[in-house]
């Protein structure tokens, strides 16, 4: 009995022995595959930090001019994937992204694709919003505006942060903006207040990269 015990252990160190000898390549790449992988992920993430890049998230914000003064709030942050909910759109846009330029902020999106994006972006700030929606089909009073969306990347200026970025600004306000710079919370807003006077003679022009909304308080 005990010899037999023996065999049998010896038999299962051989079988592990030569699953080992047959194998160990293939767990030589995995696990090199799987340290290269954290390396170019954590090389991603430093260079991205560098440069203060943040092309992966989606900055929504709102743009005013109050009392002379331009002034921006963050409506919402997040990832594009989060937004965009497909894999093909987040490229699109990252690609429209880097095709963006000092003198050019708007992201150049694909004609066959650019309602479908900017109208997943406007259902993310719908969202936000819903309850003036609510009270106004429940006859409440509310007070509704007309918005203008459009996506870019700006560039120029001393920008501490890039990112893409859904520029929302009440419609009447983009149409009647001031000629010279209002006054600024930040002396780098100034590249803000370009990007909207940009935006005004776009959409003059071509609305084909934007999207209008109303949104009821």
Known sequence: MIAFFEFSVEQTVQQIVNFVRSHWVAWLWTAGLMLGTWFLANWRARTQWAKKEFLGRLNISLNMIRDGKLMIRTIVEKSLEDVLLNAVAVQTV??????????????????NDAWYILNSVLNEVAEKFSGGELRRDAGLPVTTERYVLCLTRERAGDMKTQKIRAMLVNKTTLLALPDQTPQLESPNHATRFRTLQFMATTYKKDQSQFM??????
């Open 94 to 111: 990252s690609e429209a992204a880097k095709k963006t330029t000092e003198d050019n902020p708007l992201l150049p999106l694909p004609n």
């Open 212 to 217: 209008e909304m109303e949104i009821s308080l």
